[in-house]
């Protein structure tokens, strides 16, 4: 079946410090995938996407992401952060073989620590 | 150009009771997709709609319906409603050949069920 995993609920992190919040999936054909921000009480905003080519793919807000085929995962990184990153943040995957839709990890709360 | 925008915002209903939301999708796009987010979880697939009929749906029970209309708006209706069927309701809509541009997000609406 396919899915999405999101190994952490909650990374906490001092600001200024780098974070990795980690996605990996379950495939056996080629994928898109993408990482979305979710503020409080809004909706999803797209952070970056992968959908062929260089698998070091930048994003807004300094964020970049990194797709490892063998490993299937899509690690998202920031070098340092800053307390308005502080919100939810959902790995999705959209398998090319199947219909349109795309599915979420459950996403990870990045927790920013004066 | 305009995003997607979704009403209403919040609403209360009862148990049993029948509702329905709204999603206006963004300008050039002719798929929307429906999603729902419970509390602390990633957002759920639960259908979606391209030239005015459905093109995938998630599982969810039958009491999950929708519609779209000719200028690619869309509805989400839920019949009997229970009350695990609180959460955020959000809509996504897509370019119909931009199977890579990911989705444009509404901010949502909020539905509680008491």
């Known amino acids: 079946a396919q899915s999405v995993t999101q190994l952490d609920s909650q990374v906490p992190v001092f600001e200024e410090a780098p974070v990795e919040l980690r996605c990996n999936y379950s495939s056996s054909v080629s994928v898109y995938l993408f990482w979305y921000v979710q503020y409080p009480n809004q909706g999803l905003q797209l952070l970056l996407k992968?959908?062929?080519?260089?698998?070091l793919v930048k994003g807004i807000n300094g964020f970049e992401a990194e797709f490892n085929k063998s490993q299937t995962s899509f690690h998202l990184r920031k070098p340092s952060v800053h307390i308005s990153d502080t919100a939810e943040y959902f790995c999705a995957v959209r398998w090319m073989n199947r219909d349109d839709k795309i599915i979420f990890g459950k996403g990870t709360r990045l927790h920013i620590l004066p | 150009e305009t995003g997607v925008t979704q009403s209403p915002t919040h609403l209360i209903k009862t148990r049993g009771q029948q509702v329905t939301l709204r999603c206006s999708s963004q300008?050039?796009?002719?798929?929307v997709s429906w999603y729902q987010q419970a509390l602390g979880q990633g957002p759920q697939f639960i259908f979606q709609y391209y030239r005015e009929e459905e093109n995938g749906r998630g599982n969810f029970p039958p009491r999950f319906s929708g519609l779209q209309f000719p200028n690619y708006s869309s509805e989400l209706n839920v019949n009997a409603l229970e009350l695990d069927d609180s959460a955020l309701y959000l809509c996504?809509?897509?370019?119909?050949?931009?199977?890579?541009?990911?989705?444009?997000f509404g901010s949502g609406t909020r539905l509680t069920v008491v």
């Open positions: 300008s050039g796009h002719n798929t």
């Open positions: 996504a809509s897509s370019p119909a050949n931009g199977q890579g541009q990911g989705y444009t």
């Open positions: 992968y959908l062929s080519g260089s698998t």
